[in-house]
């Protein structure tokens, strides 16, 4: 069975990131409550689901990190280990790993270079040095099976609950890999039930995972539903299992943790005959009693590892099941081995030792390119015609996901009905035997057996007998590591995760609704217009129009504010990411700092939400470095000396408002006026005049610092301006209140969303552009207006205020027409900066979408975008703030 | 990775089968790959884009993105472009990116052995050997192979930064 995992990573992803950043806003919390046992408990089961999760992927290493920190966090929740700051650390630096190795998974890149072992290491230390003083065997083993316990909600009922057999009847999976006849003393059978949250992500893949690990350990005697369901997703809540196995208790309950299941019910079988396996028409020695030479010893052997296992290191089994598919590789072909002894019934041949000289190469080739080769041997239950066609199935099959070298029956001869019962093939292929081995159980086939063939003079790997059991474990627990980066199939062609956003099915819902509505209108469009071309009644078109007109306006509005709001993010998940920078500054800079956040669940258009993220960044770093003083200066000025640092988003009509604020030292507006002057960007007696608001602007020129030293935090001047840069580009604007020694607050203005805009249309000679109504303050004509010129600057008055104009014909350098006689003038801008521009016509306002303008050939200076007009032409959009820059230049150049 | 291609074989006759799409610039004929083209289109009403370079004939609204428009004429230094009812848009992707190019008259798709093609000589009907790929020859037709990533992106990146 072969579940593609990549096409689940997008989900993955974005299941992944929310618990990090769950447990990264719960990880600070605990900082400030090391002893809250609820926060500890959420970061235990956010922990345990990342692991769970990560395992099922097949990220081995995000899973091992996961598992190491779970388990330091067990000791702590047992108070066998406080919380100190090495430890906090240690948390701390493992979450940075999972989260750097979780955007390499999103970027579906290799993490190169991150090692998982030193943090794996230091989380296990902590463990280590407290198991130093009792010895560690004994207590290790309930200690595991209570923390599966409690984590999984198992309920631990009586040995047999009385529950007649008969309630498992459902089909029986296709014969299990391996099966015997009696069951060994040493062996129980168990049977589970399992509930899924029926919301939970990927409850088929949790419960095929299950399933999976289980045919490692035992017998699986009864799946309901089947496995092949589960594969196609028929897959409700429950799993009923019976398994056959010598395994103990916990270890099939850590398994089954994999699943993380809300129930999961165990009970011991006692009636052991009631449950006999499939019937096998080519029957085995008992796997436990035999030893490791036939077709099943392997199985029993790695079964006998876990064994060993068992008592010695919960860990090295996790690493085991872990695992996942490479390990499988390692296991199987012991579990497989080859087909040598009396057990199968025709081992004689083995293909690899017959191979011609072609054949031969193109193995060797295969090999080359890193392309497991394996011998298969396939024997069917009988040799009836049927199963020359299953034959030919599984030889179609196989060819669809290896290249068969060579097979024994030839394909022309299968066709032409030469077939024994038993198929052998050669293969070389990118998947492991796993997957391969999953699809062969596919069809009603005994046996199969798989021998991985290498270079080593075409000769068969040895596989038993050599290494005693105990130390393949080992190596394979060992090997997880390396192979999980480069041989994995679901890291192979690991796809890049597509940003998403998650919508509520309501929202969705209200969507159908109207697109519902819109095939109505379209109906009745075409309604209208035969009635119009049988009958000719202009006056009944025009009515019919009208009327159509006014319900699709209504629809498209309604479908454009839900579609907006399909598109709207609450802004916490940016907020909350600066509560780990907050905290690593301020313990950086040596200050006490208390982050609030106000107004979380504001949501804002996606777009707006991921460009907001670093101005943001800047602003708080500016807070922290230059607005809160360290804690001696602040005792001295009479403030508490932890600082307070505010993050709030809020609603204001059709904006939104997203404020920094602190109680720090405030800005230093005499200061910022020296500066400015000193750096010749502004004459000391317009200095006099400006208002503290337009001197706190000079903060946003390119290249504006005030600060002394330059900090490895901030403080080179380069920040406010690109600040401001952004926030403009998001047709936002910025504004900074301060008082000295009282604190700052800086305030953004936002648009709810960006794609939507209403726009002012003008004409300017020939051409048509389009104006941000946000940014139109009001529009006169040019008549009214009196305009001076000042040293060729043009300007205009306004209710006694001065603005600068621009021509825009001239400024664009558009042909001049000369029927143009009347002008006027739009006065825009962006907070108290304002221009005006000379147009020709005003359109009016217009809905516009903004799209963007290729940045190669069109990226011009003045323009902001572009958008498309009702009848499919593009009118350009003016860039306002720079339009205000280039006017404030010509105008200052001009004094 | 096409003038690989381009290096004539001596042992082997049968080449790689390139096609191409041909079109005019004047009295010349240009060919260029046609897996770099998306659509073909009549000539429309195009938006200027003033201040922009000056082969930048402008933008247009190809179903609701905005495509910037080079004329091909000017930006190869052939003179400017005469638009006629034969004229056409040829949108084509440039890493990853729609542009159009203005072309006197679109021939035809042109199925060529890449044997036919030689490497470009300096200079030829006054394009710069830097933005060809290479001359085929069909029949008596000459083809002057473009190399469109070379000319739309390369000179401008350097521009704009």
Redesign the interface.
């Known amino acids: 069975m072969d579940i593609d995992l990549s096409e689940y990573i997008g989900e993955y992803c974005a299941e992944l990131f929310e618990q990090l950043e769950e447990l990264q806003s719960d990880l600070l919390e605990l900082e400030q409550n090391p002893d809250n046992e609820e926060i500890i408990n959420e970061i235990f089961r956010i922990a345990h689901t990342i692991k769970g999760s990560a395992a099922t992927m097949g990220f081995a290493d995000i899973a091992k990190v996961a598992h190491a920190f779970e388990d330091l966090l067990g000791e702590v929740r047992d108070k066998r280990i406080s919380i100190d700051n090495e430890v906090f650390k240690t948390f701390l630096d493992a979450y940075d790993i999972i989260k750097s190795l979780a955007d390499h998974v999103q970027a579906g890149t290799e993490p190169e270079g991150i090692d998982v072992s030193v943090v794996e290491k230091a989380l296990r230390s902590f463990i280590e040095d407290q198991k130093q003083a009792p010895p560690a065997a004994p207590g290790r083993e309930p200690e595991a099976v209570d923390v599966v316990d409690r984590l999984t909600g198992f309920t631990k009922e009586p040995p047999s609950d009385g529950r007649p057999e008969e309630t498992l009847t459902a089909e029986i999976e296709k014969p299990p890999p391996r099966s015997g006849r009696g069951t060994p003393p040493s062996e129980k059978t168990w049977k589970i039930r399992m509930s899924f949250d029926p919301d939970v992500d990927m409850k088929s893949v949790r419960a095929f995972l299950v399933i999976n690990h289980l045919r490692d350990i035992g017998d699986l005697l009864e799946i309901n539903p089947s496995a092949d369901d589960i594969e196609q997703d028929n897959f409700e809540d429950k799993l009923e299992l019976t398994i056959r196995t010598a395994t103990a208790r916990p270890e099939i309950e850590n398994i089954l943790s994999f699943g993380e299941a809300t129930e999961v019910e165990m009970t011991e079988e006692t009636g052991l005959q009631t449950a006999s396996p499939v019937p096998d028409p080519d029957p085995v020695p008992d796997p436990a009693l035999t030893s490791a030479t036939d077709m099943d010893a392997g199985a029993s052997s790695s079964m006998e590892a876990k064994k060993q296992l068992q008592p010695a290191d919960e860990e090295e089994f996790l690493k085991f099941l872990l695992g996942g598919p490479q390990e499988e590789e390692k296991k199987e072909p012991a579990g497989t081995a080859p087909p040598a002894t009396a057990e199968v019934s025709t081992p004689d041949i083995r293909l690899v030792d017959e191979l011609n000289e072609d054949h031969k190469n193109t193995v060797i080739e295969s090999i080359n390119q890193d392309l497991n080769v394996f011998e298969i041997v396939v024997l069917f239950r009988n040799a009836e015609p049927q199963s020359m066609l299953r034959a030919l199935t599984v030889m179609n099959y196989l060819g669809e996901m290896c290249r068969i070298v060579v097979s024994l029956p030839r394909k022309k001869d299968l066709e032409e009905g030469v077939f024994d019962g038993r198929l052998q093939l050669i293969v070389s292929t990118e998947k492991e035997i796993a997957q391969l081995r999953e699809l062969l159980l596919a069809e009603e086939i005994a046996k199969t057996s798989f021998t991985p063939i290498t270079l080593d003079g075409l000769h068969i790997v040895p596989l038993e007998g050599d290494i005693p059991p105990s130390t393949r474990v080992e190596e394979t627990a060992s090997a997880i590591l390396p192979q999980s980066r480069t041989s994995t199939k679901p890291q192979e062609d690991r796809k890049m995760a597509i940003p998403t956003v998650r919508v509520t099915v309501d929202r969705l819902d209200d969507l159908m609704n109207l697109v519902g509505e819109l095939v109505i209108k379209k109906t009745r469009l075409n309604q209208v217009f035969s009635e119009f071309e049988t009958s000719g009644d202009v006056e009944q078109l025009r009515l019919g129009i009208q009327e159509l007109n006014q319900g699709l306006g209504r629809i498209t509005s309604d479908l454009q504010a839900g579609i907006m709001k399909v598109r709207m993010v609450q802004i916490g998940q940016v907020f909350y990411r600066f509560s780990r920078l907050v905290r690593d500054l301020s313990k950086n800079l040596g200050k006490q700092v208390e982050f609030l956040i106000e107004g979380a669940e504001t949501e804002l258009d996606k777009t707006v939400i991921d460009e907001i993220g670093d101005p943001l960044m800047h602003l708080i770093r500016n807070c922290l470095d230059h607005g809160i003083e360290p804690p001696e200066v602040r005792r001295k000025l009479g403030k508490s000396e932890k600082g307070i640092l505010l993050l709030r988003a809020q609603h204001a009509g059709n904006h939104i408002i997203v404020e920094t604020a602190d109680d720090g030292s405030g800005i230093d507006a005499e200061r910022i006026k020296q500066t400015a002057i000193a750096k010749g960007l502004v004459d000391p007696l317009v200095a006099a005049r400006l208002t503290p608001q337009e001197i706190h602007n000079f903060i946003f020129m390119p290249g504006f610092s005030t600060s002394g030293e330059v900090t490895n935090v901030s403080g080179r001047g380069v920040g406010m301006d690109v600040v401001k840069d952004s926030i403009e580009k998001l047709q936002g604007e910025i504004q900074i209140k301060s008082e000295k020694n009282v604190g700052t607050t800086i305030q953004i203005k936002l648009p709810l969303t960006l794609a939507i805009i209403q726009g002012l249309l003008v004409r300017v000679a020939n051409e048509t552009f389009t104006i941000p109504l946000s940014t139109v303050k009001e529009t006169v004509t040019l008549d009214t207006a009196s305009i001076h010129t000042i040293q060729n600057q043009k300007v205009v008055t306004i209710r006694d205020e001065v603005i600068p104009l621009i021509n825009l014909q001239e400024f664009f350098g558009l042909p001049l027409r000369t029927e143009d006689n009347k002008f006027f003038i739009v006065l825009a801008g962006v907070d108290d900066n304002k221009v005006g521009l000379v147009v020709n016509y005003l359109y009016g306002r217009h809905e516009i979408v903004i799209k963007s303008l290729d940045r190669r050939f069109t990226s011009v200076r003045g323009f902001a975008g572009g958008t498309v007009l009702g009848d499919g032409t593009v009118s350009l959009i003016l860039d306002i703030p720079v339009l205000v820059e280039e006017s404030k230049r010509a105008y200052l150049a001009s004094m | 990775m096409l003038k690989q291609e381009m290096k004539p074989k001596k042992e082997q006759t049968q080449g790689t089968i390139l096609k191409l799409v041909g079109f005019f610039l004047g009295s010349e004929e240009y060919a260029v790959d046609i897996l770099k083209i998306r659509e073909i289109k009549l000539m429309q009403?195009i938006?200027?884009?003033?201040?922009?370079?000056g082969f930048?004939e402008?933008?247009?609204?190809l179903r609701?993105?905005?495509?910037?428009i080079?004329d091909l004429r000017k930006k190869l230094n052939l003179g400017r472009a005469e638009l006629n009812e034969e004229s056409k848009i040829i949108i084509c992707e440039i890493e990853s990116?729609l542009?159009g190019v203005i072309v006197d008259e679109v021939s035809e798709v042109i199925e060529i052995d890449d044997t036919k093609i030689s490497p470009p000589p300096p200079i030829i009907g006054g394009v710069e050997a830097e933005y060809l790929k290479g001359v085929g020859r069909l029949g008596d037709r000459l083809l002057i192979l473009l190399d469109l990533d070379r000319i739309?992106?390369v000179e401008?990146?350097s521009q704009?930064v």
């Open positions: 009403e938006t200027n884009v003033p201040k922009a370079p930048v402008g933008v247009i609204n609701g993105d905005i495509v910037p080079i990116k542009v739309l992106s401008e990146k704009l």
